[in-house]
């Protein structure tokens, strides 16, 4: 069976080079074997985010497309932190996507983020998730996601 990085390449997919936070806090953290991540919004490679809330300016396609990069960015964060083939099990995975009122079709988007995660990492990448609502996110994102994960010893 092919690996995570092998998965990525043939989806033609490649993770970007994440920098450190901006800010006082890590990236990830772990205890034990468990990592948590955190929040990563939809920037792409070129530094730029996809932006906006569904429904005023962008749809729920640009969404969807925005949650797959964040959780690119999240596959880039844990490949970091232990790599991908360190991978056991994500436990649980946290959407927001911003909305204008009374967009309430967040597992829609959220979907595309599970997807690339079940994708990538087989079956350690089926996980119990939560599809949230925003009126924004940090720096105007389409969508942010975090995720707790389990990983080898």
Excluded: C
């Excluded at 083939?85 to 995975?93: E, M, N, P």
């Excluded at 079940?118 to 925003?134: F, K, N």
């Amino acid at each position: 069976m092919a690996g995570p990085h092998v998965r990525l390449a043939d989806r033609g997919l490649v993770l970007p080079d994440l920098g450190a936070p901006a800010y006082a806090y890590e990236a990830w953290t772990r205890h034990e074997d468990l990592l948590y991540l955190s929040g990563q919004i939809s920037r792409v490679a070129d530094g730029s985010i996809l932006a906006g809330r569904v429904g005023d300016d962008a749809t729920v396609a640009d969404a969807s497309a925005a949650a797959e990069v964040a959780a690119l960015n999240l596959l880039s964060r844990i490949d970091q932190a232990v790599g991908l083939d360190q991978v056991a099990a994500v436990l649980k995975l946290n959407v927001w996507v911003a909305g204008g009122e009374g967009f309430t079709d967040q597992p829609t988007v959220a979907e595309s983020a599970s997807r690339l995660l079940i994708d990538v990492l087989g079956d350690a990448g089926r996980h119990a998730r939560t599809a949230l609502p925003s009126p924004v996110l940090p720096k105007n994102a389409l969508v942010e996601l975090d995720a707790v994960v389990a990983v080898r010893s």
